[in-house]
Nanobody, 122 residues
Framework: VQLQASGGGLVQTGGSLRLSCAVSGRTIYTTGWFRQAPGKEREFVAAVSWSGGNTFYAESVKGRFTISRDNAKNTVYLQMNSLKPEDAAVYYC??????????????????WGQGTQVTVSS
């Protein structure tokens, strides 16, 4: 499984961005987004089951971010609205065989893409 994240950039506070994660290889995996800011640990953001029917969000992004997937296009999306300076980080997409979509530990995900930088100006 290979993952390719894209869509990062610079946005003002309150703005929106949509990240994409192109997944090649087998797609029957839960796919998640994590982020890592300088000097901080990688943290869970959101996850979606392989069918797209189940999602899970970190409390810090609930109501502002939406994760979805289009298996016909082998792509997972993270729509980010009402962005805040504290959302600035390198965002990574990941995939794994999770028993539960609400498992937010990075070790649960076996495959990782390269990151895409999100910068939020205040």
């Amino acid at each position: 499984v290979q993952l390719q994240a894209s869509g990062g950039g610079l946005v003002q506070t309150g703005g929106s961005l949509r990240l994409s994660c192109a997944v090649s290889g087998r797609t029957i995996y839960t796919t998640g987004w994590f982020r890592q800011a300088p000097g901080k640990e990688r943290e869970f953001v959101a996850a979606v089951s392989w069918s797209g029917g189940n999602t899970f969000y970190a409390e810090s992004v609930k109501g502002r971010f939406t994760i979805s997937r289009d298996n016909a296009k082998n792509t997972v999306y993270l729509q980010m609205n009402s962005l805040k300076p504290e959302d600035a980080a390198v965002y990574y997409c990941s995939a794994g065989r999770l028993l539960r979509v609400d498992n937010s530990h990075p070790n649960a995900y076996a495959y990782w893409g390269q990151g895409t930088q999100v910068t939020v100006s205040s």
